[in-house]
């Protein structure tokens, strides 16, 4: 099995450039899994390159109006503004389909901040980007253990208790996952809106990510409820639009159709 130090470290060569994947409303987080559904041209064209490379897409999410990032064209035609904070991620699984359609099953691994988008001639996007590596500041070590407690407390009360949910979570994030990996699944599973999402991402400093996290948690903003079977593979509770009925958030969320 591979070590999960080694999917989320970059490699050796890596020369701060990456293949942008723009989607709306979608902030990827380091340690969590995201499947995609891969067919326009020119995503085709960059899944093939990272296949034959590094393996490395990362995660960009469009930006909304009343945003300010830099405006960037490609092959002279205007593109899409980003956010400027996005996920790396790493695929670990990819089956391709009929009709040059694919799979993939991609890992975050890092977070960043695009310094500058590069027109390098092929039909995607890429960027030059700045890490940002997580930091555990020295001064509160002492301390981490009871953040990390708080933390979990405050996800655990708004868990919906049915399906052995919170007993299963408790088992998987008491042990020995560090703060940071928690505090990005926590943030990547909750449906926080992309700013609360962006903001939780572009904290490099671990302390400091979890305590905006708990408080996101005990606003009262999230209500989840649980979800069924039958409404994860989509079989029940959807309109004749063809989104789900009834108030509230669900939890576990469904499987991405992205």
């Given at each position: 099995?591979?070590d ?7 490699p ?28 326009e ?16 897409i990362a ?10 990032p830099v ?5 002279g035609?205007s593109?899409?503004?980003i956010r ?30 695009v ?6 001639g ?15 500041p ?6 981490r253990?009871?953040l990390?407690?708080?933390?979990l ?21 008491a ?21 609360e ?29 649980s979800?069924?079977?039958e ?9 004749s639009g063809?989104k ?15």
């Amino acid at each position: 099995m591979q070590d999960w130090s080694d999917i989320t470290n970059l490699p050796d060569d890596f020369d701060g450039r990456v293949r942008l994947f723009p989607l709306p409303g979608l902030v990827l987080f380091p340690h969590a899994m995201q499947p995609l559904h891969v067919f326009e041209p020119r995503y085709c064209d960059m899944l093939q390159d990272a296949l034959s490379a590094d393996h490395l897409i990362a995660m960009a999410t469009l930006a909304m109006p009343g945003d300010k990032p830099v405006p960037f064209e490609l092959q002279g035609v205007s593109q899409p503004p980003i956010r400027p904070i996005i996920c790396m991620g790493r695929i670990m699984s990819h089956t391709e389909l009929e009709g040059d359609r694919h799979n993939i099953l991609l890992v975050g691994t890092k977070r960043a901040r695009v310094v500058s988008e590069i027109d390098v001639g092929r039909s995607f996007r890429m960027a030059e980007v700045d890490v940002l590596d997580d930091i555990y500041p020295v001064e509160s070590a002492l301390t981490r253990n009871d953040l990390k407690s708080e933390l979990l407390e405050a996800f655990a009360a708004i868990i919906p208790p049915s399906a052995n949910v919170q007993k299963n979570l408790h088992d998987l994030m008491a042990g020995q996952m560090g703060l940071g990996p928690i505090t990005d699944i926590v943030s990547y599973t909750l449906p926080f809106d992309v700013d609360e999402k962006i903001a939780l991402l572009g904290e490099a400093d671990v302390d400091r990510r979890a305590r905006l996290l708990i408080t996101l948690l005990e606003s009262g903003k999230i209500e989840l409820h649980s979800i069924s079977v039958e409404e994860q593979t989509g079989d029940v509770g959807k309109d004749s639009g063809g989104k789900r009925s009834g108030k509230g958030d669900r939890f576990p969320p469904p499987f991405s159709v992205n």
